[in-house]
């Protein structure tokens, strides 16, 4: 069986979209993960604050980790998002992904995205299907 780590590494090796966003896999273990990145002048929406969608991707990316990491493969079949700060330029975003249920063919995750001051800038459910596939 592949460690956590072995299947993120797999996982990125396809994942352009995750390399785009320059992610970082700060901490890893089995149905939990811990992502950085930083923004960049391409990830700002017309008010020069952080696009949402880099949030929300940026969870996304922790939310199939976190999932993925205990061997069987996970898509997600559903997910939000709330919003709750602005982020802008240069500052760092840490997505903190814990898994909450984890059953036979459903996972329920939570993620948490903090900025550098450690405020809370938004909050990401998501549900995953877990198939009987491994990595």
């Known amino acids: 069986m592949k460690t956590p780590q072995e299947i993120v590494q797999l996982m990125m090796e396809k994942d352009a ?3 785009w966003l320059a992610i970082e896999v700060q901490e890893l273990n089995a149905g939990n993960c ?3 990145t930083v923004v960049n002048p391409t990830m700002l929406n017309g008010f020069l604050i952080t696009h949402g969608g880099i949030s929300y991707s940026l969870s996304d990316s922790a939310l199939a980790f976190a999932a ?3 061997g069987f493969k996970c898509v997600s079949v559903e997910t939000s998002i709330s919003h709750v700060r602005p982020t802008k330029e240069g500052d760092t975003l840490i997505a903190i992904a814990t ?3 984890r059953g036979k063919t459903i996972g329920i995750y939570e993620v948490q995205v903090f900025d550098q ?4 800038v938004a909050f990401f459910k998501g549900t995953v299907h877990i198939s009987s596939e491994m990595w």
């Open 17 to 19: 979209f995750s390399k």
């Open 34 to 36: 811990k992502l950085k």
């Open 68 to 70: 993925n990491s205990r």
């Open 99 to 101: 898994e909450k249920h």
């Open 117 to 120: 001051n450690e405020k809370t």
